[in-house]
Structure formats: structure tokens, C-alpha cells
């Protein structure tokens, strides 16, 4: 019987989930059950809460108050995505639940849990039930009631887990995209599997991970000889590399091949468990798609290398000539995250301060946007996430800053772009972010992608590869036959009858093609006024603002 949870075992357990979610990021990934390239909730949920495990492997703790405040800053700095960002939250309402303890029993531990269930609901503007928000409130609901008569907190977590299987069983049947798929929810997944790595080592199914003592960003698997990297000359813009683990058959040569025909500088070294790379290329989307097919990426680092807008690393440090923290030389400013060249110059152009590069595949942590929110001279800066999945990371920063931030939740980037292009800086914070929202709003988006797997979604048969089109993010349909593509855009964009009608395309898009693309539309919308603009973005084909 265990009746007590000190610093010291807090910290092993963490470790212990940590290298859980490592583990079992794929299979967590592998329920995301709509096709779209994503960041993917596996991903997300173990690069947060890695981030908290390499602070606790710096440090030894007297109290578990202190190790648990430890783990929640790492966390809320490192959140990725809305998964990682709950996951933060729930550890930092046990973090306020723990502060100033020394240990802790069944009920002060439920009772924190509880508050961090709490604060993931408050954060949350609309609840749903049947995701990691459900399954962690039953959990603690259930750890509550029994710690009650009962002060053993081994036991305590063996009936939260219960419970935590139990509502995640459910989650099947409480979202309709997951019962028609099959599949539990990935969060709860991700849930269930820290609970289960911390109860695992109080119940000596789990030791502490060799690997989690020393952070993962600074080892480097035994037998892979890793060099110094050359920069070499900025021939190419970006200076792209990451480490993928090695789960096909496919010969890392064959992506040494692949990569000296898109870029130079190109430096790739294999063991049996992982591939490494570096390469100066134009089109790191098409970089990372590549390596996906090798396997999971492990880390990412992207560096613009003619502007500097860094990104994709929690490593990342700030330019030497600039001061971490800008002095406020202005009353209003704005952060804006997009990826691609052409996009990062049209935000530039519109007034934006910092570029954070990111969106789909590639959600920057909390602390990457707000490295960029302090770098703006300003008393109070907006920030357009452009992808719903970054909102939440976008935030958590107001709680990290002395600047005041003000989050406007745009979900795509023509939303960011209609934004700035409506951004008149007379006037309070509040009414700014009202007109921003109101311009955004206002702007539908067609995305044009490709199909990352097989799927059958909402009665489409969808095949990997195929093209899918996708309006204000509902699925329009999946197309082998470019011409049909663009009559089914065309036939689900026409009861919105757009007067203006934008068309970014992508990296791997010639510009010839984007014109075809331009005169479609606008042989299909005679009154809209068409433009076609060079946006470079990764993942996306085309974005295709309609107003």
C-alpha cells in the first residue's frame, strides 16, 4: 500500500508517461481518422510532454509541489496543438492543486486532477463531449470518490485508469465522425496512456527510461555517426533538418536520391532506428512528406535563411542583434503564423510584425509563438494563428508575457490575410480584435490537398494520393481528375456567389498551372474579381479565398 506521492516518485512517473507517449505516438496518431495531412494528436501530445520531461531530467526535487510547478511551465511552453495544450492544462491545474505540498495522498492528488480538469474545460469555448476532455473528468471524477474512504493511491490510480478505459470506450459513441471510423478518440488515448505509464511504476511494471535522464534532443542512438553540419552558401532558402524513425523498408539512399534533386548541402545518416538529415531546399513541405513515408519524425528544425523567420525547434534562440523582449515603441502590433515565402511577404506587407512559420503538420509550440509575440515592439499584440489547431498554443502566451495579447481566432490563413487587410489601429484592443474577427469571418476557404491515407469518411471513398477539396473545412469530395476537382469546387463555393476570389498556390505548383486554376474560377464566377498569388505554402496545393 502506497498512502504517499513524494518529488522523487512524481518526477519517475512523469519520465515513465513521457517515454509511454513516445512509444505510442503512432498508434495515437493512427486514430486521427480524417485524411487531411496533420499534425497529428500523437505527435503533438509527446512533444509537450517532452518538453517537461527534459526540464525535470535538469533538476532534483525536495517537494512535490515544486516538481509538479516544474513540469506544468515546461509544459505550457511546449504545448503543440489543442491535445498538447489540454494535456498542459490538466498538469497545471495539478500543479496549483500540489503547490507548496511536500507529498501527496489519494485525495490531495484527486482533488488536483480535478482542477485540472477544471481549467481544460474553461479553456475549451465549446466542450465536446467524447474527447480527452471527457475521459479525463470521469477519471478524476472517479479518483475523487474513491480517495474519499480510501487513502491508497496506488489503488487510487488503478480506479482512475478503470475509469479512464471505461469513458474512452465510450468516445466511440459520443462523436459521430469516430462511430461511423470505428475508433476511440485520440486525446483520450493519449490520456490513458500517461495514467497507465504512471501507474506502471508505482506497480514496478515500468522503470524509469535511460533515455528520459538526458534530454532527447541532445542524444543521438548509439552506432549513427552524426557530423557537424556545413551550412554552405544560401543557394536554397531554407536550411531544413529532422530526424525520422525507421519504420518501412525503404533505403535511406533512396531519399539521399530524392532530396539532391530539390536541394543542396545534403547530408543524410542512418542506423536501424532512425534517419537524419540536412538539406538547403525551397520546399521543406515536400522535404517532410518524403520522410514521412520512412517513418515518424522525431524532430524538426526549419530556418528561413535570407529572412530569418526561424521556427519548428523549442530550441530555437532568439537573433543575438535582438533584445528577447522588445521594448513597446508602438501601442498596437501583430504575430501571424503561415508557412510559405510568398505568404510570409503578403502578411509582411500588410503591417505584420513576426512571422511564426507553421500551420498544418507543422503546429508551433506556445513558446515559439511567444519567443515572436516578445520580439514585437509593442504594448499589445495580436495574434492570427491561422489554423484552428494552433489556437489554443496561441493563447497560453498571454499568461507568459507582460505585453497584452489578444488571440483572434482565425482558422485559416485567407481569414489572416482579411484580417490585416481590415486592421485599423484606432481604437481599443477590444474593438480591433471585434473588426479583425468580423473581416475574417467574412472569408470562405477552399483547401486543396492530397489524401495522406485510405479512408472511407462521411461516404467517400478516398484512396492516398487522390486530391481532396475541402470547403470552410468540410470535405467536398476526393478527385483523381483535376478537371472534376475544380467543377466540384466550383459547384460548392457558387451559393456563396464570391465578388473577390484569391488563389494562393503552393510550393510544388508551377505558375502556369495556377492561372488554369484562376481562369477556372473565374469562368465559373463572371462577375468575381480573380487573383492569383504565389503563397509557396507546404501541404496545401492551392488555398482559395472567397469573398
Known sequence: MRERIDAASFKEMFLCANAALEENKQTINDLNVFPVPDGDTGTNMSLTMNSAAIALSKENFEEIGDASKCAANALLRGARGNSGVILSLLFRGISKGLKGKETADAQEFAAALTAGVDAAYKAVMKPAEGTILTVSRMAAAAATEFAKNNADVEMMFETLLQAAKAALAETVHQNPVLERAG??????????????????????????????????????????????????EITFTYCTEFIAGRESQKSPELLRTFLENIGDCVVVVSDEEIVKVHVHTNVPGEVLTEALTYGPLQTVKIENMRNQHTVLSKDAQPASSEPEIAPAEKEYGVVTVCAGDGLAEIFAELGVDRVVTGGQTMNPSTEDILTEVNKTPAETVFVLPNNKNIVMA??????????????VPTKTVPQGVAAMLSFDPNGTPEQIAEALSEAAQAVHTVLVTYAARDSDFDGHDIHAGEYLALLDGALIGSYTDFTELMGAIAGASAPLDPEIISVYYGENVEEADAQKVGKSMGAAFKDADVNVIHGGQPVYYYMISLE
Open 183 to 232: 475508433v476511440v478518440d485520440a486525446g483520450g488515448e493519449g490520456f490513458v496512456v500517461v495514467m497507465d505509464a504512471m501507474l506502471a511504476w508505482m506497480q514496478g511494471r515500468a522503470t524509469t527510461p535511460v533515455q528520459a535522464e538526458v534530454p532527447q534532443e541532445q542524444t543521438e542512438p548509439k552506432g549513427a555517426d552524426f557530423s557537424e553540419f556545413d551550412t554552405g
Open 394 to 407: 496561441a493563447e497560453q502566451c498571454a499568461r507568459l508575457t507582460e505585453k497584452k495579447v489578444v488571440v
